[in-house]
Each structure stands twice: as structure tokens, then as C-alpha cells.
């Protein structure tokens, strides 16, 4: 099973703007001088370096590709779906002869955003299923497809469009993947979703304030947290903002490390990046996430306690992960 991270941000897509980019060059380029009159090459100094160094966090909203050799979920419609609906074209999709499945988290614009530029919505042929616990699915497309908001209606979209409303907790089967929503702590109804190929799993729980932390809160949605091999997970805030956003619908990374350590989750991302957060404020929240993973460590450790030690980071846009 591979997962491809098309949209990392939350809420808001951006930019950066051009003196962020010159600050970012400028960096790149004094300590590559530095590196390279110390006897090491461009290729050294630049593997060296944590990717958001190089190309930063990214900017495009909530849209996540699972797919195994044969089957394909997108996971919400955020900004990031525009690129992988680009990509998609290079398949039966050109060609008004391919098939997609789309599976909604909520329907904040964030993840909505993308839809109309997702180019195969347009091509006649191709059959688009959208699938969401929420029983407002259509109505939200039409709402995205309605003019002055955009020129082009709902009913001049050329594709043939299914409308799929799923029950919590219960699987869904999209060719060979196995999909299961679960109910996550967000103000709005929202849903993760643990996607299942054989003995692997990815649980997506991309808006998620974290409200109910043991496993009795939990309950019936605990299991999209247990056996997963990858978790991606929120952390817009830090802890200290998390306190001054209550209700907001949004975790921190300490949140998300004491879920892995208790369930013994392999893999952690963190995304839903902050669109008021440059890369050096979301590289001050991993230090964060890092050092209050280390004294959890540690604790354990002086307790006698068994130690399950998660390989984790915060997320960027494009990363790929192989299950």
C-alpha cells in the first residue's frame, strides 16, 4: 500500500512570499559555500538537510492518496486535489473511461476547495463516487458548483457522479481496500477514516482535537487507533496555542505521540499545518513534539515500563510512504 500526501496545510491554502523565498535561498546558498569550502559537495550539504530546508511545509489543503496495485482512495478535496487530478490524467481518466473514490472527512472548505479543479469531474465517461458519513454530500457539491461562486454549474460537470452516504464503523470496500469511518473530536461532525489492504493499515485523523484521550472516552472509536502501521494525525497548534483554542477542532503533536505510544503505532505524521505558520514556527512545534516525546521515553524507561519507540515527524507536501 502506498500513501501519497498531496495537501498538508490547514484551512487556508498559501504562498510564501518572495522575501521568504530570498531569505530561504539565501540561507541555502551561505551554507552551501560554508559546506563546500570545508570539502563536501553540493550533493552532501543538501542530503544533510531536513526537506522543509530545502522546499519548506507546502501550501495546498487536505488531500491524501492511498492506493495499492489496484485500487485508489482519495481521502477529502482539499487544494492538493487539483495536482493529483493532473497526475490521474495520465491514465483511463484522459480518456472518459476510468473510475474515482473520493471519501469526505467534513466538508470545511478546506477540504472541499479542490473539487473544481479536480480536471477528470469534467471529462464525460468517467464515473466519480464520493462517499461521506454526513448525509449533506450533494448538496455541498452543488453548493461548490453554484454560480457567482463559480462559473461552472453542477449540472454542466460531465462526468457521471455517484453519491455514497456510509454508516460510522462500518467498512467500506473500494476494490481490494477495506475503508472504515470513525468519529474524531472536531465542532462539526468529522470522521477518520482507517484504510485496510490485507495486513496493513492507515488510519487519516486530519481534524481532531483530541477531547477524549483514554480508551474508555474513546470507545467504539478506539479501534481506528489500534493495529494501524501509520497514523496521520493533526497538529495545527502547539500546546500553548492548543490552550487559547478550545473548541477549535485542532491537536497538538503531544497529543498525537501519547495515542501511539499507548497503541504501539510504528509511524506517525503529523499535518493540518497552521496557514499562519512559516516553516521554522512548524519546525519550533516538532521541538516541541520531540522533546516531550524523549521525557516520555525516559519515563517509561525509569518506570521499568515496556518502551514502543515511534518513528514519527511533521509532514510535508509530496512525501511518500510505503506500508
Known amino acids: 500500500m502506498d500513501i501519497k500526501l498531496w495537501g498538508v496545510r490547514g484551512s487556508l491554502p498559501i504562498a510564501h512570499a518572495p522575501e521568504e523565498n530570498a531569505a530561504r535561498l539565501t540561507e541555502l546558498a551561505n551554507g552551501l559555500l560554508a559546506s563546500v569550502k570545508g570539502g563536501s559537495t553540493a550533493d552532501d550539504y543538501l542530503s544533510s538537510l531536513p526537506s522543509w530546508k530545502i522546499a519548506g511545509y507546502g501550501g495546498e489543503t487536505t488531500c491524501y492518496e492511498v492506493k495499492n496495485r489496484n485500487s485508489r482512495v482519495i481521502v477529502d478535496g482539499g487544494t492538493g486535489l487539483r495536482k ?23 466538508f470545511h472548505w478546506d477540504h472541499v476547495m479542490g473539487l473544481p479543479y479536480f480536471k477528470p469531474l469534467y471529462i464525460p465517461g468517467n464515473k466519480i463516487h464520493f462517499y461521506s458519513v454526513q448525509p449533506e454530500l450533494e448538496e455541498m ?32 470496500k473500494v476494490g481490494t481496500l477495506s475503508v472504515t469511518p470513525y468519529l474524531v473530536d472536531h465542532p462539526d461532525p468529522c470522521y477518520g477514516f482507517r484504510i485496510q489492504d490485507g495486513n496493513r493499515a492507515v488510519s487519516i485523523c486530519t481534524d481532531t482535537e483530541t477531547v477524549r484521550k483514554s480508551r474508555e472516552e474513546m470507545g467504539e472509536d478506539l479501534a ?79 518506570n521499568g515500563q515496556e518502551v514502543h519507540h515511534v518513528d514519527w515527524s511533521f509532514a510535508y507536501e509530496g512525501q511518500e510512504i510505503h506500508l
Open 224 to 302: 481506528l487507533y489500534q493495529e494501524t502501521d501509520l497514523l496521520i494525525y493533526d497538529a495545527q497548534y502547539t500546546l500553548n496555542e492548543l490552550a487559547d483554542k478550545i473548541n477549535w477542532g485542532h491537536s497538538a503533536g503531544p497529543l498525537g505521540i501519547d495515542i501511539a505510544l499507548r497503541e504501539k503505532i510504528k509511524k506517525v505524521l503529523f499535518v493540518h499545518h497552521d496557514p499562519g505558520a512559516d516553516d521554522n514556527r512548524i519546525n519550533e512545534a516538532e521541538r516541541e513534539t520531540r522533546a516531550y516525546y524523549e521525557k516520555k521515553i525516559k519515563v517509561l524507561k525509569s
Open 141 to 172: 457539491m452543488r453548493l461548490v458548483f453554484k454560480k457567482p461562486y463559480f462559473p461552472v454549474a453542477f449540472e454542466q460537470l460531465g462526468s457521471e457522479m455517484h453519491f455514497h452516504q456510509i454508516d460510522a464503523r462500518k467498512p467500506l
Open 84 to 106: 493529483l487530478g493532473d497526475k490521474m490524467l495520465n491514465g483511463p481518466l484522459a480518456k472518459g473511461q476510468g473510475e474515482a473514490h473520493i471519501v469526505f472527512t467534513h
